[in-house]
């Protein structure tokens, strides 16, 4: 197939001036998704064949009746100009409606243009969902902030760049090296700006009966301004009677319910957890009592503002002094101090193989929008999972902040879980593998957010 070429079936098209710092002119077209190749109007992408191909796609995948496609290319662009641009064309959108954005993006050469990271969280406050990217070599080596020269020796899919081939389109998806392109839903619901966030705590549940009604007793009575809270507990058929203190919150209405026959690792129940969620923001937690639910509000706050996409809530303070808070078990150092030594070594380890300084890249409270994980391929069951989701979110251009939170370890008597000797293989061969692995599924489901219900795995 050729280079696509398409207009709306009215003919409608029509060529705006843009201000200086978007682009000289700027071509709007609002296309339908079933729509043939007939028209030579306009271009959807001026790029090859696959791009316009994969448009087409995804718009199928979108699954709204009478979806429509605008297209959008703002080649020099700052962030404020780009961020500003979604904002307008969002007003001008139905919901289910399908953008396809190109965009310069940040490089070395044209430092003050937009990251990967910058255009999420754009999209996210225009009131977009579902967003996928694909970014060029040369945007993905600026945002190695860390370690340029190793970034500069990996593959660009190891970076992050996208997929490279997708069923049903002819071609490699290589975008040019100075750009982003990017597909993206306009949401049903109002701009984040206009309405109540949700915020989907994903809470795996397994032998937890000494503190799991405590917990869910604090989160249901928990408030938050602006924020309304569903809590999607996973509970993998413990032995020691946790599943009917669960079963008691099954008709609590901010509770969606999952019961897994058998107990297949940690890292499962989160998965399925993140399946559930229908929120805007996704907060890990555990349900043994360790970190304070007070926390919440400031692991939230720079993401509700646009600052950030991604917050990890650090156990080990960042101020000078501030103490290692991590693990301390009273008539047991030995052994904490062998699994702080440990904690050093694998945080290390990270570190080195995805280009980051985290302080505590395997803390509970892993705090992201949703959309940051739309799509995304995940495969580890135990605490393996803690790698390969900070990985992943790295590749996909979402770094961290990190946020100090309130810490209390329990030691193995009280509960801990994790295999001393059995789980440290498993994280050396997670980090390694999800530096390269496949970064995302195929075919993508787009559905709109369905009705919480309860049911068994």
């Given at each position: 197939?050729?280079?696509?070429?398409l207009?709306?079936?009215?003919g409608?098209?029509f060529?705006r001036?843009v201000?200086?710092?978007?682009?000289?002119?700027?071509?709007i077209?609002?296309?339908p998704?079933?729509?043939?190749?007939?028209s030579?109007?306009g271009?959807?992408?001026d790029?090859p064949?696959?791009?316009?191909?994969?448009?087409?796609?995804y718009?199928r995948?979108s699954d709204?009746?009478?979806?429509?496609?605008?297209?959008?290319?703002?080649?020099?662009?700052?962030?404020?100009?780009?961020?500003?641009?979604?904002?307008?064309?969002?007003?001008?959108?139905?919901?289910?409606?399908?953008?396809?954005?190109e965009?310069?993006g940040?490089?070395r050469?044209?430092?003050?243009?937009?990251?990967?990271?910058?255009?999420?969280?754009a999209?996210?406050?225009?009131?977009f969902?579902?967003t996928?990217?694909?970014a060029?070599?040369?945007?993905l080596?600026?945002?190695?902030?860390h370690?340029?020269?190793?970034?500069?020796?990996l593959?660009?899919?190891?970076l992050?760049?996208?997929e490279?081939?997708i069923?049903g389109?002819?071609g490699?998806?290589?975008?040019?090296?100075?750009?982003?392109?990017?597909l993206?839903?306009r949401?049903s619901?109002?701009?984040?700006?206009e309405?109540?966030?949700?915020?989907s705590?994903?809470?795996?549940?397994?032998n937890?009966?000494?503190?799991?009604?405590?917990?869910?007793?604090?989160?249901?009575?928990?408030?938050?301004?602006g924020?309304d809270?569903?809590i999607?507990?996973v509970e993998s058929?413990?032995t020691?009677?946790?599943?009917?203190?669960?079963?008691?919150?099954?008709?609590e209405?901010?509770v969606?319910?999952?019961?897994?026959?058998?107990?297949?690792g940690?890292?499962h129940?989160?998965?399925?957890?993140?399946?559930?969620?229908?929120?805007?923001i996704?907060?890990?937690?555990d349900?043994?009592l360790?970190y304070?639910?007070?926390?919440?509000?400031r692991?939230?706050?720079?993401?509700?503002?646009?600052?950030?996409?991604?917050?990890?809530?650090s156990?080990?303070?960042?101020?000078?002094?501030?103490?290692?808070?991590?693990?301390?078990?009273?008539g047991?150092?030995?052994i904490s101090?062998?699994?702080?030594l440990g904690?050093?070594?694998?945080?290390?380890?990270?570190?080195?193989?995805?280009?980051?300084?985290?302080?505590?890249?395997?803390t509970?409270?892993?705090?992201f929008?949703?959309?940051?994980?739309?799509a995304?391929?995940?495969?580890?069951?135990?605490f393996d999972?803690?790698?390969?989701?900070?990985?992943k979110l790295?590749?996909?251009?979402?770094?961290p902040?990190?946020l100090?939170?309130?810490?209390?370890?329990?030691?193995?008597d009280?509960?801990?879980?994790?295999?001393?000797?059995?789980?440290?293989?498993?994280?050396?061969?997670?980090?390694?593998?999800?530096?390269?692995s496949?970064?995302?599924?195929?075919?993508?489901?787009a559905?709109?957010?369905?009705?919480s219900?309860?049911?068994s795995?």
């Open positions: 197939m050729g280079a696509l070429r207009k709306a079936e009215d409608d098209q060529e001036e201000a200086a710092h978007y682009s000289a002119r700027e071509t077209e609002n296309i998704a079933n729509t043939s190749v007939q030579t109007a271009t959807v992408w790029i064949a696959p791009w316009n191909e994969l448009l087409q796609t718009a995948h709204v009746a009478g979806a429509h496609i605008s297209v959008l290319r703002l080649m020099k662009g700052n962030p404020e100009a780009v961020a500003s641009a979604l904002m307008e064309r969002a007003a001008q959108l139905r919901a289910g409606d399908v953008l396809a954005l965009i310069g940040k490089t050469r044209f430092p003050d243009r937009m990251t990967r990271e910058e255009l999420g969280r999209l996210f406050l225009a009131g969902e579902n996928l990217v694909w060029g070599r040369a945007v080596i600026a945002e190695t902030r370690a340029r020269v190793l970034g500069a020796l593959p660009s899919s190891a992050g760049a996208g490279l081939r069923p389109v002819s490699r998806l290589i975008p040019p090296s100075d750009r982003i392109l990017c993206a839903r949401s619901l109002p701009k984040p700006a309405r109540r966030l949700k915020l705590v994903v809470l795996p549940v397994y937890e009966r000494s503190t799991f009604c405590d917990l869910m007793e604090r989160l249901l009575a928990k408030q938050m301004d924020i809270m569903e999607c507990l058929n413990s020691d009677g946790t599943r009917d203190d669960v079963l008691s919150y099954r008709d209405p901010r969606r319910l999952l019961l897994e026959d058998k107990p297949s940690k890292g129940a989160v998965r399925k957890g993140l399946a559930m969620a229908t929120g805007d996704v907060l890990i937690q349900a043994d360790e304070d639910l007070d926390d919440y509000e692991l939230i706050a720079p993401i509700r503002a646009g600052q950030a996409s991604f917050v990890l809530g156990r080990h303070s960042a101020e000078e002094g501030g103490g290692w808070r991590i693990r301390r078990f009273e047991a150092s030995q101090d062998l699994l702080n904690h050093l070594f694998f945080t290390w380890f990270l570190n080195a193989i995805f280009m980051q300084r985290l302080r505590d890249p395997f509970m409270y892993k705090v929008r949703r959309d940051c994980i739309y995304m391929r995940f495969e580890c069951n135990r999972f803690d790698h390969e989701l900070v990985g790295v590749r996909n251009g979402f770094s902040i990190e100090d939170v309130n810490y209390k370890s329990r030691s193995f009280e509960g801990k879980k994790v295999s001393i000797l059995g789980d440290p293989p498993t994280w050396i061969r997670a980090c390694l593998k999800h530096r390269f496949k970064l995302r599924d195929w075919p993508i489901a559905p709109y957010i369905a009705s219900s309860a049911g795995d």
